[in-house]
């Protein structure tokens, strides 16, 4: 979730607007800057990390001259936030400074086959190749544009590219592929931009590129073209009437709404895990005589989901632990044969360091999954994956679980294969179900939310909510209640179903809703009976079912219909979604404010 500008003005400096525009896009999360102009004819960079006003005044960046330039705040996906890893990257004849916004899945391929032909890179960044592989194709004699177009052909993954170059220093070229890019036309000049706020106060005129697009722009406007085939795209400009402070969530009400909605894009984005890394903390993993998943909050239940995964695909037991609660429970008996994955989001929660820390002490091995790289976790674990989920604003994790437990899925699918636990067909089958995970989940939001709605107006007056699921589910039902819980304030319980009847069925009574996360697979038959129990004893029946589930919806009161053919596994990634939903909309509803829960912070470092 990097920040991006680009500009060609026909009066005033580039930097100006630069900096300005970066700062609107301050709200994406960001952790260094960089900026490139091109004054007669010379390309000049300055880059740094830190944040906007201290990199801008360090490096003296509104003294550099040109009315032509890009800038980005870059939020880390691959390489620590350091100068040289910052963004523009420039290509070996220091020609081409290039900004991205995206993860490259092929990189590294890309990176072995440059160097092999003389390419020498300064970061550890995906997207220092590209510049490379634009200067490598203008080798051939092509222009600009077709050397951008081929390279473009050739990079997997997402991507807002900007491009500015000697080669052509009037132009601004950019592409776009699944990384939103947002062109700009006013008086003054043309613009791009990763969001429509930081364009807002220079114009509210816009086109936004699609996937497969790339643009030329010049002083006279812009030309779109389309990667696969070189055509052109006629397509006008759109009005914007957002207010800056909606554009900034993207005409959603809330961070939260935004994030939850934006899960189609970040789990796509977790699916572009680093093959090496995942090889290694798998190697980790299967070396392991005891393995603990460690996190707090959202993050432990993700990791409760991961031990079902690790279990059912690489026949692996996995320990997922409350962070809290690690030193007190393991303290004593961890040691150098244990493996500590621990899971965190931002990478700097106290109880998950200071656990992680001991368990360091010991000799056993720390390994991390994070949203946040550069984070303290990144920089304790023996090996770690970024979960690419962009930053989260909203104090309530939604993106964040559903990528970690992609993450996790991942993990234990390359765990079966590593220990030969699954045969040929079950391995490309699940992988085959991993890649729908990201198309679920929209259809679930664009079918399901207005059922969900409805479901928050009938219900925000209970004063008590039950959240039960078996197997999997489980981990779904905790991560459900505590969305709800930690946004609208209302009491609830979330149990496995089987556990219900040792003890919270007391509580059930008549008119206490119950929601039930039902997923077709094993746990499918004794579900049933739980919801029987509740039902018993007057509970009101809401269930998230597989659509056209007749048994379960026989026996709910209201359901809300998923998408078919999801396995059970994956289920959490999915089932959560409405969830999410619901307790978004009951809190809004009742007049609270999802993104600032009382309370709590988004992350707690402190003790
Ligand atoms: O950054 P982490 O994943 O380590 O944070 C853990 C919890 O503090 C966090 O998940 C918290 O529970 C959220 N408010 C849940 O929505």
Known sequence: MCGIFGCILREGSAVKQITEGLKRLEYRGYDSVGVATIDHGELEIRKDAGKIEDVVARHRILDMKGSIGIGHTRWATHGAPTMVNAHPHADGSRSIALIHNGVIE????????????????????????????????L??????????????????????????????PDKIYCARNESPLVIGVSENGVYCASDVPALLPYTNKVNYLRNGEMAVLTLNGYQIIKISDGS???????????????????GYTHYMLKEIHEQPSSLRDALRLQERYLNLLTTFLDRGKEVFLLAAG????????????????????????????????????VGIDSIVLAVSQSGET???LKAVDYARMRASTVLGITNTVGSTLTRVSRAYLIQQSGPEIGVAATKTFTSQVLVLAQMALKLAKLRGKLSQDELDEFQEKLLRVPEWVEETINKQEERVKELAKTHMDDRFFVFLGRGISSATALE??????????????????????????????????????????????????????????GAKIISICEEGDEQVKKLSDEVVEMPREIPEELSPIVYVVPLQLLAYHMAVLKGLDPDKPRNLAKSVTVP
């Open 139 to 168: 080798k051939t004699g092509v222009s600009l544009q077709g050397a951008f177009l081929r390279a473009l052909r050739r990079v997997r993954g997402s991507y807002a590219f900007v491009v500015l170059s000697t080669v052509e």
């Open 350 to 352: 106290y109880d998950t």
């Open 232 to 250: 052109t795209v006629e397509r006008g400009l759109t009005d914007i009437t957002w207010s800056p402070e909606s554009a900034e969530k993207l």
């Open 106 to 137: 092929n990189y590294m391929e890309l990176k072995e086959e440059l160097l092999e032909k003389g390419h020498e890179f300064k970061s550890r960044t995906d997207t220092e190749v590209m510049p490379h592989l634009i200067e490598e194709e």
């Open 480 to 537: 459900g209640r505590l969305k709800l819980m930690e946004i609208t304030y209302v009491p609830s319980l979330a149990y496995p179903a089987g556990e219900s009847k040792h003890g919270p069925i007391s509580v059930v009574e008549d008119g206490v809703s119950c929601i039930f996360v039902c997923p077709q697979g094993d746990s499918h038959s004794h579900i049933l009976g739980s919801i029987m129990e509740m039902k018993a004893r």
């Open 298 to 333: 959202t993050s432990y239940h993700s990791c409760i989901a991961g031990s079902y995964l690790f279990s059912r695909l690489a026949r692996l037991t996995t320990v997922p632990i409350i962070s809290s609660e690690f030193i007190e429970r393991y303290g004593s008996s």
